[in-house]
């Protein structure tokens, strides 16, 4: 009998801890950002499959482009959306393990009521027509299907907010400066509305000196009877204006992929355009080392959730 109680004992135990692990605080949905048929600058006969890699973590050779909707299952009414743009150097999409679901969950935690992260189409000639606007085509549809979604997620159009790493940066700040240019089809100018844009060691300029040479080559290649125009149109620090939302920054000094000045000087617009914002240097962390506290010694997340709660109407009621 004792040995009955036991074991009965411990597979409640067992079972306690299973569902504790296991149970989410969060629901995941995945969206197609374009109907079938209806990808815009996609070739009419693409050959190349979507690829992962053997880590599950970065996709190359996209041509069906997706959200991934994590969405709070407590929600706040009148909430926040967060859209995700991982980076990759526009030669990958670097979106499994920490660096989708893993982020996802940090926001969620923050207070979002949903947080979107892009598999967005990469700048692949064999794949697409005009690749320098097909990164920025499908993140334009996708706040806009936050924007669209907003009742049946519970979130305010006034509390979206726009992140994005390294060549996501750019991505994210291309979508926060070139508003006026609507890419996406049957995209509304008012669904491309964010009230925060947040800038993790992104790259900003295709100028010398500072120019990130893989994402330049990937973005802008074979462009020569316009080049000097690209470069000047795709480096984020010309294109502030005092329509760009409030800004947070953080960028490690010795980052050697993309060097810190790339968000000094995006600094400097902001502060010449009077846009409200906020710089956070690490004094190590290299590249792309996204929440990782071994790599930084600090948890920089917590100053951000401040930031948030305290200088954008993100959480307020």
Same mark, same amino acid.
């Given at each position: 009998?004792?040995?009955?109680?036991?074991?009965?004992?411990?597979?409640?135990?067992?079972?306690?801890?299973?569902?504790?692990?296991?149970?989410?605080?969060?629901?995941?949905?995945?969206?197609?950002?374009?109907?079938?048929?209806?990808?815009?600058?996609?070739?009419?006969?693409?050959? #190349? /499959?979507?690829? !992962?890699?053997?880590?599950?973590?970065?996709?190359? @050779?996209?041509?069906? =482009?997706?959200?991934?909707?994590? %969405?709070?299952?407590?929600?706040?009414?009148?909430?926040?959306?967060?859209?995700?743009?991982?980076?990759?150097?526009?030669?990958?999409?670097?979106?499994?393990?920490?660096?989708?679901?893993?982020?996802?969950?940090?926001?969620?935690?923050?207070?979002?009521?949903?947080?979107?992260? #892009? /598999?967005?189409? !990469?700048?692949?000639?064999?794949?697409?027509?005009? @690749?320098?606007?097909? =990164?920025?085509?499908?993140?334009? %549809?996708?706040?806009?299907?936050?924007?669209?979604?907003?009742t049946n997620w519970t979130i305010d159009k006034n509390k979206v907010a726009v992140i994005g790493s390294s060549a996501g940066g750019h991505l994210a700040a291309s979508l926060a400066n070139l508003k006026d240019e609507i890419i996406a089809p049957n995209v509304k100018q008012e669904e491309l509305k964010q009230a925060v844009s947040i800038l993790m060691y992104p790259v900003i300029s295709f100028n010398l000196p500072y120019r990130h040479k893989g994402s330049y080559k990937r973005l802008l290649a074979d462009k020569a009877e316009s080049q000097m125009l690209l470069d000047y149109y795709y480096s984020m620090e010309n294109q502030v204006s005092e329509n760009t939302p409030q800004t947070y920054i953080i960028h490690a000094k010795d980052d050697v992929g993309v060097v810190y000045q790339n968000s000094l000087i995006y600094c400097e617009s902001l502060k010449k355009h009077d846009v409200n914002y906020k710089y956070v240097q690490l004094d190590k962390g290299g590249h792309g080392f996204g929440f990782s506290f071994n790599r930084t010694g600090v948890d920089w997340t917590i100053e951000l959730e401040k930031w948030l709660h305290k200088e954008t109407n993100l959480f307020k009621n």
């Open positions: 009998m004792d040995l009955f109680i036991k074991n009965a004992r411990l597979i409640f135990v067992f079972i306690f801890i299973c569902t504790h692990t296991f149970s989410q605080d969060y629901t995941i949905e995945t969206i197609k950002l374009w109907k079938d048929g209806e990808i815009p600058f996609n070739k009419e006969h693409i050959t #190349l /499959k979507e690829t !992962l890699d053997e880590a599950g973590v970065r996709y190359t @050779q996209i041509s069906e =482009p997706a959200l991934y909707v994590y %969405k709070n299952k407590t929600v706040k009414k009148n909430g926040a959306a967060l859209l995700v743009c991982p980076g990759g150097g526009y030669a990958k999409v670097t979106i499994g393990g920490n660096n989708g679901e893993g982020k996802a969950k940090r926001f969620l935690e923050m207070g979002f009521n949903v947080v979107a992260v #892009l /598999k967005y189409r !990469l700048p692949d000639t064999q794949i697409v027509n005009s @690749q320098e606007k097909v =990164p920025l085509c499908d993140a334009q %549809k996708a706040l806009s299907i936050i924007h669209q979604n907003a």
